[in-house]
């Protein structure tokens, strides 16, 4: 086995070097065909998401191991970036654990939210545009089918996935998902532009959501943050006619008391609602919404406690799923070294049975030339004699090879076979 990957990741690295280097699907193909220009017999599949650049390179039995260091150059130069300035952030792997790597990578155990499934796609992606592009091969066919297979595996077989564990992911998958069937059609309002808001416009856009104002003191803050999720701003003094306009209400200021009291919500929001369901999540402390208002007709109040309490229930079933999906990872991982070794010994068996079939055959011509009197029957009888025999001779040392093959590579009883039974390369 001969592959490499080189690549940084949310980890070790921050988002200013990941973003220098992080590329977009006509990059990749770029940057995948340069590659196979300049080494032609290698193998090579480039992943890329918003938490890594990871760059996955094999070569042949017969070429050297891909080179690390050209590798990085390789990535460095697609964006034109020194690699001295980023090669302190880049991890390289080999062989087997490259494998391991792609297969927890797959199984989302290596993402920044344990149990997130968009690596597993994100992962197919890049695998099909090699594949598209004619850069990959029989070793990265392998690893990252494998590693595909860990994934819906893990998706399937344990609950991981359902065990959502951050704040925001919870609020809209567990929360806002028992209110809405849909989310394409409802006005959300974000009131506040910190970190906990972009993560929850995170998950809101994935399930759909289009329809997004932000609200915030700071207005130059409200634009950035609306233009990053196609979203619109307003003014902080709108906030009560964009409130009764809302479905959800994200909230996340750091104001020293309630932004909307129960008098203010009573007055200036629920009368043009008209009984409308409000999904309020609020994710300020102190909070920004006066706790009184989830007793109101239509509002749906969350404050981060509540959401904290289903987090924590979430996060101790999660623990209690990580054996089970280490140990499928384990059982994809042999299994793909042991079909690994035993595709080496393929050529090898391939010559030894054709070494035995020739004069097998010619043994058969003889005999039935010396003996003209059998009848067809006796003819094949003799045959499927010949073909156990044969069969049996090939047994023992096949075994030997499928045994060889669990435990470590059987390249050196490959050797023995070739020499003793004096097989061309």
């Not at 991981?160 to 992911?169: F, G, K």
């Not at 993560?199 to 809101?204: A, H, I, V, W």
């Not at 010396?370 to 001779?393: C, H, S, T």
């Amino acid at each position: 086995m001969k592959l490499r990957m080189i690549g940084c990741s949310h980890h070790r690295s921050g988002v200013a070097v990941r973003e220098r280097l992080a590329f977009t699907p006509d990059q990749a193909a770029l940057a995948l065909e340069g590659w196979r220009v300049d080494r032609p017999t290698n193998e090579a599949v480039l992943l890329s998401t918003c938490n890594r650049v990871e760059f996955y390179v094999a070569s042949g039995e017969d070429d050297l191991p891909p080179c690390p260091s050209l590798m990085a150059r390789h990535l460095a130069d697609a964006h034109n970036v020194p690699v001295d300035e980023v090669r302190s952030d880049l991890v390289t792997l080999r062989d087997e654990e490259v494998v391991d790597h792609l297969f927890h990578v797959a199984a989302s155990l290596d993402s920044m939210v344990l149990g997130e499934p968009q690596i597993l796609a994100q992962v197919k992606e890049a695998y099909d545009l090699a594949q598209r592009l004619g850069v990959a091969g029989p070793m990265t066919h392998g690893c990252f089918q494998s590693a595909l297979r860990v994934g819906r595996r893990i998706a399937s077989e344990t609950a991981l996935h359902r065990c959502r564990v951050s704040i925001p992911s919870v609020a809209i998958a567990d929360f806002a998902g028992s209110i809405f069937e849909r989310f394409d059609d409802k006005r959300v309002l974000v009131v506040g532009a910190g970190e906990m808001a972009d993560e929850t416009l995170r998950y809101l856009t994935d399930q759909g959501a289009k329809h997004i104002t932000i609200v915030n003191r700071d207005p130059l803050r409200a634009a950035q943050l609306a233009s990053q999720w196609d979203g619109e701003s307003a003014s902080f003094a709108d906030l009560f006619p964009q409130a009764a306009r809302a479905d959800m209400i994200i909230s996340t200021t750091g104001a020293p008391e309630a932004i909307v009291t129960l008098e203010q919500f009573r007055d200036r929001i629920a009368p043009q609602r008209h009984q409308r369901p409000l999904f309020i999540l609020d994710l300020a402390m102190p909070r920004d919404f006066d706790p009184r208002i989830a007793d109101e007709i239509g509002a749906y109040l969350y404050s981060i406690d509540d959401l904290q309490q289903a987090c924590e229930a979430n996060r101790q079933a999660r623990e209690r799923e990580l054996p089970l999906a280490e140990r499928i990872i384990h059982e994809e991982r042999e299994k793909f070294f042991v079909d690994t070794r035993h595709r080496i010994s393929a050529p090898v068996i391939a010559q030894l049975r054709s070494g035995l079939e020739e004069p097998k055959q010619a043994e058969l011509e003889r005999l039935f030339n010396k003996l003209p009197q059998l009848d067809g029957a006796a003819q094949d009888e003799i045959r499927r004699f010949a073909d156990r025999l044969v069969n049996k001779m090939l047994h023992a040392p096949m075994e030997s090879l499928r045994d060889e093959s669990r435990y470590g590579s059987p390249r050196k009883l490959l050797d023995a076979l070739s020499r003793l039974f004096q097989l061309k390369e």
